[in-house]
């Protein structure tokens, strides 16, 4: 029997959700049956895995030049002749990777892994709508999660492409003893794990941190994550502004951060639009308690007080007080590490795969009629 060839198409290998899904994905697929690739732009400095044998990288070339660009892909694409082409993100490299592989005739599968939901965010809205177009030229839309609260334009097409959704693996994580890592004289510890990024809406927390010093709390939050360097610097500045600099701590991207889990209290994610982030599932999984802002994404996975706090509105002071309300209800953190915990089980990395793996032979099948 042949195998399965799948070319992914993605901007990276590193960092972001999606760069370790796409990774891992294609390195644990069944090798007897299916052969699996990667084209990218660049390797970045945390991939998965030290192997690049299965890896091909194009140069970015000039931001504008586009044609020349869209040739790369083209020439890549052409050569390799995979049987599918799994497009992933962002949209310079899977819009035209989607486009070329309806033209050369190759199946093509479209990863959606991001609310396209308006969030404020002008930028993100025209990006977002930009990504519809890989989902027209897709022969399947396969979301990491549910749907139902999407564009009705999103909605329509994924109906119609017989959409399937595949919950995201998880990583393998490693818990150090919580007397091991305990420090002397700890404040209320708080973590926030993402992209430094507008949608991230960390202003809002960075507001709440400062409401809670004012009120005589003793707290440190501890944030993981790097971004644009620009908006990093504003961030800086507003954390000056609001005078919590001896509060906030940026310890950069950091993938062991789960590390400080045990002598801290939380995770913190008052995102203003998600798909389903790795973070939120890798704490569920550790018993970490999630306080999540009120997005598509807590609706559809997380219940209120039962696996997770959510925050209804983007106010500083109710996220504030939230916080506190979690540390001072020892029995509603217990409960929610419990069902946490066993909700996780469902995201797991074989589930992932196996999945992927029937997805893939289907559409396979339906090509050869």
Not at 312 to 335: F, G, H
């Amino acid at each position: 029997m042949k195998k399965i060839y799948v070319l992914n198409v993605i901007g990276g290998l590193s960092k972001g959700g999606a760069e370790y899904q796409c990774s891992l994905l294609s390195n644990r697929l069944n090798e007897m049956q299916i052969k699996s690739k990667i084209m990218c732009f660049y390797k970045g400095p945390s991939p998965l895995f030290e192997s690049l044998d299965n890896t091909i990288f194009i140069s970015r070339g000039n931001k504008w030049n586009f044609f020349s660009l869209f040739n790369r892909i083209y020439s890549v694409i052409k050569l390799e002749n995979p049987d599918i082409l799994h497009v992933w993100l962002p949209e310079i490299i899977s819009v035209p990777a989607a486009m070329i592989g309806r033209f050369l005739g190759i199946p093509v599968i479209a990863s959606h892994r991001n609310s396209t939901r308006f969030s404020g965010d002008v930028f993100k809205y025209i990006r977002d709508r930009m990504r519809f177009i890989q989902y027209i030229f897709a022969t399947k839309i396969i979301s990491n999660f549910y749907i139902n609260e999407e564009p009705l334009f999103l909605r329509v097409l994924f109906n119609q492409k017989k959409g399937e959704v595949i919950f995201n693996g998880l990583k393998e994580l490693i818990l150090v003893n919580e007397r091991e890592h305990k420090i002397s004289d700890e404040p209320l510890s708080l973590l926030y794990v993402a992209r430094l990024a507008p949608e991230k809406n960390l202003p809002l927390l960075l507001r709440s941190i400062a409401i809670l010093k004012n009120k005589n709390h003793s707290i440190r939050l501890r944030i993981f994550g790097d971004g644009d360097p620009a908006y990093k610097s504003n961030l800086k500045e507003l954390i000056n502004d609001l005078d919590i600099s001896e509060q906030v701590e940026f310890l950069g991207y950091d993938k062991n951060w789960h590390f400080l889990a045990p002598s801290s209290l939380c995770l913190l994610l008052p995102s203003k639009s998600e798909g389903t982030a790795n973070v939120v599932i890798e704490s569920l999984k550790i018993g970490l308690p999630v306080i999540i802002s009120n997005i598509p994404m807590s609706r559809s996975i997380l219940k209120h007080e039962v696996n997770a706090l959510i925050v209804e509105r983007s106010d500083p002071l109710e996220w504030a007080e939230k916080i506190i309300y979690l540390s001072k209800n020892k029995t509603l953190v217990n409960q929610i590490k419990r069902n946490g915990i066993e909700y996780s089980k469902q995201f797991t990395n074989d589930k992932m795969v196996a999945k992927y793996e029937k997805t893939y032979r289907q559409i396979i099948k339906q090509t050869n009629r």
